[in-house]
């Protein structure tokens, strides 16, 4: 039984929420370490008991993920006493972009919640839908590497970015009425209507 490894994901895992996934089953699974996304491939470093219900519940991935391969290599350097997601290094750059991706039904309901922070936002996203090929300029997929980036997070889309306890946790693509983009509706001559 294994209790530590050095795990290498490869395959379409940017902008496919790897990241927070990788954190939750960590999470309830005491595991201690870090994951990176490192252009084409996730960089997980894990140890705990569970480390092998660990590996295979990271195996499935996120729902958007595809995965080519997973290698686990002996652990080295030392750990964190907690797990923590790390800011993504630059490593293997081929890795593939994903397609954007529809808005998902927990996106949608948000929308039409009465008096909600999405309330009739058009442009609300997650780790599991909106844009990511027409918002990408570079990788690894990263909110500062995005179109996104000169929409500064407002506190409350900053609470939901950082925490575990939210659907957006690390979503790229996070956005509110307040901070986000938002469309101007113009006439052929540029006028707004
Ligand atoms: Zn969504
Ligand atoms: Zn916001």
């Not at 294994?2 to 790897?18: K, P, Y």
């Not at 027409?134 to 909110?143: F, K, M, T």
């Not at 929409?151 to 996070?174: G, K, V």
Request: with cysteine.
């Amino acid at each position: 039984m294994r209790r530590s490894g050095t795990i290498i994901i490869r395959g379409i895992v940017q902008g496919v929420g790897f990241r927070p996934f990788v954190y939750a089953c960590a999470d309830s699974l005491c595991i201690r370490g870090s994951v990176t996304n490192l252009g084409s491939e996730v960089v997980i470093h894990a140890e705990g008991e569970h480390f092998d219900d660990f590996l295979k519940s990271i195996r499935k991935g996120p729902p958007l993920s595809v995965i080519d391969e997973v290698i686990v290599l002996p652990l080295e350097g030392v750990i964190s006493d907690r797990f923590l997601i790390m800011e993504s290094g630059a490593g293997n750059l081929s890795g593939m972009i994903p397609p954007d991706i529809a808005i998902c039904d927990a996106c949608i309901e948000d929308i039409n919640r009465i008096n909600g922070r999405y309330s009739g936002y058009w442009a609300t996203s997650c780790v599991d839908c909106g844009p990511r090929y027409s918002v990408i300029r570079a990788l690894p997929y990263d909110r500062i590497r995005t179109t996104m980036d000169p929409f500064s997070l407002c506190p409350a889309c900053e609470e939901e970015y950082w925490s575990p306890d939210f659907r957006r946790h690390h979503a790229q693509t996070i956005a509110c009425g307040s901070c986000g983009p938002s469309l101007t509706l113009m006439d052929p001559k540029g006028l707004h209507m």
